[in-house]
C-alpha cells in the first residue's frame, strides 16, 4: 500500500459528475467543416505544410512542430484545404489567430502517416519521442504541453516513477473519468510506452476515490497485463487534487519547490488521456485528430462525453448532446473553476477542450460586487500552494509588479480556490491573471528593447567598422601613390645621369676625333718609299 500525504489548503466542492458520466462515450459525427489553429499547445505554432485548393487524407499532417517545443497538426477527416487565414478561436481574449479549414469531403478516408508499432520495445527512446512529436501528441489534461518534450529529460535526471493523473478534481468534468473505464487496457499501454521511453522503473495512477468504476476498471487492465510495475492510488477527493505538484505530494510526500520541475526528483507526470493517445500514436500509428470532451451543466438537455475531431465547431457539439436549455446565459469551456466563458459557440473544439459547460443563472451563486478585503486569511488557509493572496492581490491592484514577482505570483496555478473562500467576493485570479499578462508584456518590451539595443549596438559597429576599413583602403593607396612616385622620381633621376653618361662619353669620344683629326692635319705628307731602321727592318 501507498503512504499518502496530504497537501496544504484546498477545499470540497459539489461534484456534478453525475450529469455526465452515467452514459458511455458517443461518437460525434464528422462536421461538414473543420478549423484547426495552428497553436493549440504550450510553445511555438505549427507551421503549415499544405496550401489552399489541395486536397488531405484524414490523419494527414497539415502543419509541422515550429521549434523544440511545438507540436504537429493533423486533418481529422479528409476533404480539401479551402482557406488558411485568421479565425476567432476558444480563448480568454476572443481574439483570432491563424487557422487552416478544411472542407470534408464525407470519405474519412485514411491516409496514416505511421507504421504501427506492434513491438515499440525494439524502437529506443529517442525515436518513440520523435513519433509523439510527429503525431502532435499534447497533454490533453488541459495543459497542452507537448509531451515528446516533456519526456526530453537529460541522462543525469533519470526518470525513477511515471505517475498518471486521473485525479479530474474538477467539479463537472468527467471525460477522464469515461476514457478509464472504456479504454483502461489503452492507458495501461501507453504507461508501458511512457515508461519505456522515460526509462521509469513504476508507475503510480492517482485517482480520486469518488471514481471507483475507474479505479476497478484500471486494475482489471494491470491484472490482465500482468505489469507489477503499476498500481492504481485511490486519492481523497478534494480540489485541486489533480494539480501536478499536488498529486505528486499525495503520492510520493515530495514537494518539489519554486523554480524547480518534478524531473529534477525523477518524477513524470501525465494525463490518463494523455497515455491513451500515446498508445495509439505508437502501436495504432494514429495522430492526434480527437479527443473525449464533457458535455454538461444544467442547460444541457443531453449531458455526457463525446469523441470530437478537432476543429469541430462547438455548435455542432452542443447539437448533439440536446442543445441548451431555455435561460441558459454562460458557456464555459473546461470546468467552473478553472474555466473561461466563451464569447460564442462557433470556435472550434481544440486539443484544450475537455469540458464543455452550459450554466443556468438559477444554478450558480449569485455574482456580488466585491467588497474591500478586510485581511481575514482565508484565501492563504485554502490556497494549495502555499502562496499569499491577499498580498498579491494588493500589489496586482496597485500594478507594483516587482512586488507580485517578489510574491511569487507565477507559482499561481489559478485554481480559483482563494476567490471562492473569499467573503469579500475579489476575484482574485483575474487580477493574478492581469499581474502575469503586465509582466509578460513588459518582459516582452524589454527583450524587444535588448535587441533593438543589440541591433543598434551592431549598427554602431558596422559603421565603425566599415569607416576604418576604408580609412586603412584609402592608407594603404596613398602609401602605393607615394612608393609609386618615388621610384618615378628615383627613375628620373637615374636616367639623367644614364643622360649625362651618354653626354660625357660622347664628348669624350668627339674630343679624341678633334684630337685625332688635328695631329693628322699638322704632320707632313709621305713620299716615296718608307725607310725603316735597322732594327725595322723586315
Known amino acids: 500500500m501507498i503512504k499518502l500525504y496530504d497537501f496544504h489548503g484546498g477545499i470540497h466542492l459539489p461534484g456534478k459528475k453525475s450529469l455526465s458520466n452515467n452514459t458511455p462515450i458517443q461518437q460525434l459525427a464528422c462536421s461538414k467543416r473543420l478549423v484547426l489553429p495552428l497553436q493549440m499547445h504550450i510553445g511555438e505554432p505549427a507551421r503549415p505544410e499544405v496550401g489552399v485548393g489541395e486536397h488531405v487524407g484524414k490523419g494527414q499532417r497539415l502543419a509541422r512542430p515550429d521549434g523544440f517545443i511545438s507540436a504537429a497538426i493533423h486533418a481529422p477527416t479528409s476533404g480539401t484545404v479551402v482557406a488558411i487565414e485568421s479565425l476567432p478561436i476558444p480563448h480568454p481574449s476572443g481574439l483570432s489567430a491563424p487557422c487552416i479549414v478544411i472542407e470534408a469531403d464525407g470519405e474519412d478516408r485514411w491516409e496514416k502517416p505511421f507504421e504501427p508499432w506492434d513491438d515499440y520495445q525494439s524502437h529506443t527512446p529517442l525515436e518513440i519521442r520523435q513519433r509523439l512529436r510527429d503525431a502532435g501528441v499534447v497533454g490533453l489534461g488541459g495543459a497542452v504541453f507537448p509531451t515528446a518534450a516533456k519526456l526530453a529529460v537529460p541522462p543525469d535526471r533519470p526518470i525513477k516513477t511515471l505517475i498518471l493523473n486521473g485525479a479530474e478534481c474538477e467539479p463537472y468534468i468527467t471525460c477522464d473519468d469515461r476514457v478509464m473505464r472504456e479504454r483502461a487496457d489503452q492507458i495501461i499501454e501507453g504507461g508501458r510506452i511512457l515508461l519505456h521511453a522515460s526509462g521509469a522503473e513504476r508507475c503510480l495512477i492517482g485517482v480520486e476515490d469518488n471514481k471507483p468504476e475507474a479505479i476497478a476498471s ?10 507489477t510495475r503499476f498500481e492504481v492510488v485511490a486519492v481523497p477527493t478534494r480540489y485541486p487534487a489533480g494539480g501536478e505538484r499536488q498529486l505528486i505530494l499525495t503520492l510520493t510526500g515530495i514537494e518539489i519547490p519554486r523554480n524547480r520541475h518534478a524531473t529534477d526528483y525523477g518524477l513524470l507526470c501525465q494525463n490518463v488521456a494523455t497515455a491513451a493517445s500515446v498508445y495509439r500514436a505508437v502501436v495504432l500509428g494514429e495522430p492526434v485528430i480527437s479527443r473525449v470532451v464533457t458535455v454538461t451543466g444544467e442547460g444541457i438537455n443531453r449531458p455526457g462525453n463525446f469523441e470530437v475531431r478537432i476543429g469541430t465547431p462547438i455548435s455542432d457539439v452542443i447539437a448533439a448532446a ?27 473544439v481544440v486539443k484544450a477542450t475537455n469540458c464543455l459547460l452550459a450554466l443556468h443563472p438559477q444554478d450558480r451563486e449569485p455574482e456580488q460586487p466585491p467588497m474591500p478585503c478586510i485581511r481575514c486569511g482565508q484565501c492563504a488557509e485554502a490556497c494549495p500552494v502555499n502562496l499569499l493572496p491577499q498580498q498579491l492581490y494588493w500589489y496586482s491592484r496597485a500594478k507594483d ?17 482563494c476567490a471562492a473562500v473569499c467573503p469579500a467576493h475579489i476575484p482574485l485570479v483575474q487580477y493574478f491573471r492581469f499581474a502575469k499578462t503586465e509582466i509578460w508584456a513588459s518582459e516582452r518590451e524589454r527583450l524587444k528593447a535588448n535587441k533593438a539595443r543589440e541591433r543598434h549596438k551592431f549598427h554602431q ?33 637615374d636616367k639623367s645621369a644614364i643622360k649625362d653618361e651618354i653626354a660625357a662619353a660622347m664628348a669624350r669620344v668627339k674630343a679624341r676625333k678633334a684630337a685625332a683629326q ?19 727592318k723586315p
Not at 484500471?218 to 505489469?227: N, P, S, T
Not at 576599413?469 to 627613375?491: F, V
Open 218 to 227: 484500471l486494475q482489471a487492465a494491470i491484472k490482465a497485463a500482468e505489469d
Open 461 to 493: 559597429e558596422r559603421i565603425a567598422r566599415e569607416k576604418a576599413e576604408r580609412e586603412a583602403m584609402l592608407a594603404k593607396k596613398r602609401a602605393a601613390l607615394a612608393a609609386k612616385q618615388t621610384n618615378q622620381s628615383q627613375t628620373g633621376s
Open 322 to 348: 440536446g442543445g441548451y436549455k431555455s435561460g441558459v446565459d454562460r458557456l464555459l469551456m473546461g470546468g467552473p473553476m478553472m474555466g473561461f466563458a466563451l464569447a460564442d459557440d462557433t470556435v472550434p
Open 401 to 417: 509588479l516587482d512586488r507580485t514577482r517578489e510574491y511569487h505570483i507565477f507559482d499561481c496555478i489559478e485554481c480559483g480556490v
Open 518 to 536: 688635328t695631329k693628322k692635319a699638322s704632320e707632313p705628307a709621305q713620299v716615296g718609299s718608307p725607310t725603316y731602321t735597322e732594327s725595322e
